[in-house]
């Protein structure tokens, strides 16, 4: 299996700072990277997918990048409806697998 | 509007067979474009990827939870399903189904989620 690691586990930031969550995969996955936003007791939502291309309805300001082994997500003016856990999820190969997620919380 | 919805019994017994099914609206499940999967997501926890199935029946299972899985296709009722046998309290979880894209594999449509508690 692809073990999928994400940093920081958590973060706590202020609105209208610019955050960095990180995603590390223990094999190369090309660009079969995606990720989700998941509000308190809420459905995860996709935000990117294939490392970097933004869903129809998410906002400018959230950014993926990375390819190979590292990615990252990057909101680059917090909004207090950005407050969630983020995961990263490999779509390169089967069993699909989940960083363990970064919590993002209000400063 | 594709969108799914879970169901199934929200408590289940030590040992016996967890049963859910997903039914789908705004999508036919027998596309060529797409899986549909189960994840679920213990309390506080993580979110942990079960299984997916296509239209040709194929599925690929978790092979922490292979053993005890099947997701089956119930194209008439546009519908898929999820057994899972011999639980124990660590199944305890929201277990949601999703549409998987194929290429590049995203989870793009989620159901709500159901609760299910094995006690």
């Known amino acids: 299996d692809i073990q999928m690691t994400q940093s920081p586990s958590s973060l706590s930031a202020s609105v209208g700072d610019r955050v960095t969550i990180t995603c590390r995969a223990s094999?190369?996955?090309?660009?079969?990277l995606n990720w989700y936003q998941q509000r308190s007791g809420k459905v995860p939502r996709l935000l990117i997918s294939?490392?970097?291309s933004l869903q129809s309805g998410v906002p400018s300001r959230f950014t993926g990048s990375g390819s190979e082994t590292d990615f990252t997500l990057t909101i680059s003016s917090l909004q207090p409806e950005d407050f969630a856990t983020y995961y990263c999820?490999?779509?390169?190969?089967?069993?699909?697998?989940f960083g363990q997620g970064t919590k993002v919380e209000i400063k | 509007q594709v969108q799914l919805q879970e169901s199934g019994p929200g408590l289940v017994k030590p040992s016996q067979t967890l049963s859910l099914t997903c039914t789908v609206s705004?999508?036919?499940?027998?596309?060529?474009?797409?899986?549909w999967s189960w994840i679920r997501q213990p309390a506080g926890k993580g979110l942990e990827w079960i299984g997916r199935?296509?239209?040709?029946?194929?599925?690929n299972y978790n092979p922490s939870l292979k053993s005890r899985v099947t997701i089956s296709l119930h194209t008439s009722k546009n519908q898929f399903s999820l057994k899972l046998n011999s639980v124990t309290a660590a199944d305890t979880a929201v277990y949601f189904c999703?549409?998987?894209?194929?290429?590049?594999?995203?989870?793009?449509?989620w159901g709500q989620g159901t609760m299910v508690t094995v006690s």
């Open positions: 705004g999508a036919s499940i027998s596309s060529d474009s797409y899986f």
């Open positions: 199935i296509y239209n040709s029946g194929i599925s």
């Open positions: 999820q490999q779509s390169y190969s089967t069993p699909r697998t």
């Open positions: 999703a549409r998987d894209d194929w290429d590049p594999g995203a989870l793009d449509i």
């Open positions: 094999q190369s996955i090309s660009s079969y």
């Open positions: 294939g490392a970097s």
